[in-house]
């Protein structure tokens, strides 16, 4: 039981370039989210799914995408990366009503 | 915009002491969640409060929700070193789309040997 794992762990763009930050969870939750964590900010939430199929928009979706084909997966897009999505990426998953479990994050630099 | 908001933003107390953070919270809310995070870690959650419970203890930890006043607090008897970290409290809304949780921007607990 791996929990929620992300990949990759570290990551420099440049501007302009696109990626995908996975995220996969081995629990059989409905809910998962992607949050980012800037300095003095706390963790804001990005996009967010409750279920396979279903996605929403968070409070700062604006630059980035998502789907949720599988129960399991959870990918987060960067179209077009920019200096100001420097941050500290999360995807979390729970079940419904429940606590969430946190991957150990990615570490994004935008150059 | 983030829904809970942590007091103080550092609190920093010696080994064997207890420790107290707050939570206040703008709507109503169907659970408050506090989070631990230690340095450049993911969040592990420590305890989950439904909106009508009043008190939760686990372990050292014990919560208490007051909806009335829309805050929480959040407990840790008998600090500590390794209990050095940064706490969040998160809520779920009520009435707004399920699957939707606010963090606010923690507190950062040192505990000294």
């Known amino acids: 039981n791996a929990g929620v794992t992300q990949t990759p762990k570290f990551q420099v763009l440049k501007t302009g370039q696109s990626m995908t930050l996975q995220c996969a969870q081995d629990m059989n939750h409905e809910y998962m989210s992607w949050y980012r964590q800037d300095p003095g900010m706390g963790l804001r939430l990005i996009h967010y799914s409750v279920g396979a199929g279903i996605t929403d928009q968070g409070e700062v979706p604006n630059g980035y995408n998502v789907s949720r084909s599988t129960t399991e997966d959870f990918p987060l897009r960067l179209l077009s990366a920019a200096p100001s999505q420097t941050s500290v990426y999360f995807c979390a998953s729970s079940p419904p009503r429940g606590g969430y479990t946190f991957g150990s994050g990615t570490r994004l630099t935008v150059v | 915009s983030q829904q809970g908001e942590e007091d103080p933003q550092a609190l920093s107390i010696q080994e064997g002491e207890n420790a107290t953070m707050n939570c206040s919270y703008k709507t109503s809310i169907n659970n408050l969640q506090w989070y631990r995070q230690n340095s450049g870690r993911g969040l592990v959650h420590l305890i989950l409060?439904?909106?009508?419970?009043r008190e939760k203890h686990s372990g050292r930890l014990r919560v208490t929700l007051d909806t009335s006043k829309k805050s929480s607090s959040l407990l840790i008897t008998a600090s500590r070193a390794a209990d050095t970290a940064s706490y969040f409290c998160a809520t779920e809304d009520r009435g707004s789309t399920l699957g939707r949780l606010y963090f606010g921007r923690g507190t950062q607990l040192t505990v000294w040997p």
């Open positions: 409060i439904r909106s009508n419970e």
